[in-house]
């Protein structure tokens, strides 16, 4: 008889301490898309994308441009063998400094982003800590996952979605 008491306390405990943690639940998505400067970075990043994309386009245009006096040199036979073998070469290396370029350049936005949105982030957990303290929240869970998907599969209406007052912390002022 000791025995299953034991073993029924030993059972029972960690859903006993589970039942004191308190875990609320918020929308970093909403809380960012809440936020006035969120608009401005984003506004910032589209414009630092489209004078990225207009150097890129600059240079895809003049190896296209490149690329067509070439076909046309052949097709009028106006090339030798040897002229021919070092443009096709040229342009080969033309085509793979484009596509370095490209890959400079998607890593230049992404870095962009990451020191545009960098500075929000870290208002917003901020703000999540404070309101999370005032409410003596032990656990806040991410609502979705940047893809959409939930991180929460349930959440009774018990639990303390902070995404509001985490609003309401930021846009004060």
Same mark, same amino acid.
Not at 18 to 35: E, F, N, T, Y
Not at 57 to 64: E, H, L, N, S, V
Not at 97 to 114: D, P
Not at 139 to 148: A, E, M, Q
């Given at each position: 008889?000791?025995?299953?008491?034991?073993?029924?306390?030993?059972?029972?405990?960690?859903?006993?301490?589970?039942?004191?943690?308190?875990?609320?639940?918020?929308?970093?998505?909403?809380?960012?898309?809440?936020?006035?400067?969120?608009?401005?970075?984003?506004?910032?990043?589209?414009?630092?994308?489209?004078?990225? +994309? /207009?150097?890129? $386009?600059? !240079?895809?245009? @003049?190896?296209? #441009?490149? =690329?067509?006096?070439?076909? %046309?040199?052949?097709? &009028?036979?106006?090339?030798?063998?040897?002229?021919?073998?070092?443009?096709?070469?040229?342009?080969?290396?033309?085509?793979?400094?484009?596509?370095?370029?490209?890959?400079?350049? +998607? /890593?230049?936005? $992404?870095? !962009?982003?990451? @020191?545009?949105? #960098?500075? =929000?982030?870290?208002?917003? %957990?901020?703000?999540? &800590?404070?309101?999370?303290?005032?409410?003596?929240?032990?656990?806040?869970?991410?609502?979705?996952?940047?893809?959409?998907?939930?991180?929460?599969?349930?959440?009774?209406?018990?639990?303390?979605?902070?995404?509001? !007052?985490?609003?309401?912390?930021?846009?004060?002022?």
């Amino acid at each position: 008889m000791k025995k299953i008491i034991i073993t029924t306390l030993f059972l029972l405990l960690p859903a006993m301490a589970m039942a004191q943690l308190k875990i609320g639940i918020m929308s970093p998505d909403d809380v960012l898309d809440a936020m006035p400067e969120a608009a401005q970075v984003q506004q910032q990043l589209e414009q630092y994308i489209q004078e990225r +994309q /207009n150097a890129f $386009q600059t !240079r895809y245009q @003049d190896w296209i #441009n490149d =690329l067509t006096e070439y076909s %046309e040199q052949v097709e &009028a036979g106006a090339l030798s063998e040897q002229e021919q073998a070092r443009q096709e070469e040229r342009l080969m290396e033309l085509q793979e400094e484009l596509n370095s370029f490209q890959n400079r350049i +998607q /890593n230049q936005i $992404q870095q !962009r982003q990451n @020191d545009l949105f #960098n500075p =929000l982030l870290v208002k917003v %957990e901020d703000a999540m &800590a404070e309101v999370s303290e005032e409410l003596g929240l032990d656990f806040v869970l991410n609502k979705t996952s940047n893809t959409g998907d939930p991180i929460v599969y349930f959440a009774s209406q018990r639990a303390s979605d902070i995404t509001e !007052r985490v609003i309401e912390k930021l846009t004060q002022n």
